[in-house]
């Protein structure tokens, strides 16, 4: 499982490290994308997760999956670990999460988010015992 939050500098070239326990369980043949949850951010899944998240898209009426799917793949690619243990991200995704100097990592259990660490702080600190308490109740756990 994925988590955890790291802060790492992204290079000029558009590098960016990930710790030692993510590159274990992400494995090689990793998938970088747009994220699709509504967040200007960076989705990084294993070759596994990919496969599932693309399964789970094709079960969604024509219309949508093909709307879901045109926004994922056309901003998707595979990228794998250099002897450093950073991933290069393409200049495209760079500019559409904003992301320069630094970036935030989130651990998200089955995939990881690259945040441009300004708009991670604005995001997280929407996020408060009270509002994350409300959510929970809806599980009655």
Not at 57 to 74: G, H, M, N
Not at 112 to 118: D, S
Request: hydrophobic fraction near 40%.
């Amino acid at each position: 499982m994925l988590f955890g939050g790291y802060q790492h500098n992204i290079d000029k070239k558009g590098r960016v490290f990930l710790p030692a326990k993510f590159r274990e369980q992400l494995g090689t043949g990793m998938m970088i994308c747009r994220g699709i949850f509504g967040k200007r951010c960076l989705c990084v899944y294993s070759a596994e997760q990919w496969e599932k998240l693309v399964e789970h898209i094709s079960t969604l009426p024509v219309i949508k999956s093909l709307d879901a799917q045109r926004f994922l793949y056309e901003g998707s690619f595979q990228v794998d670990f250099d002897t450093q243990g950073r991933i290069l991200i393409p200049p495209t995704l760079r500019e559409y999460a904003n992301l320069e100097g630094e970036a935030h990592i989130i651990g998200m259990a089955s995939y990881l988010e690259i945040w441009n660490t300004e708009l991670w702080n604005a995001e997280s600190a929407t996020y408060t015992s009270e509002s994350i308490a409300s959510i929970m109740e809806e599980l009655n756990f």
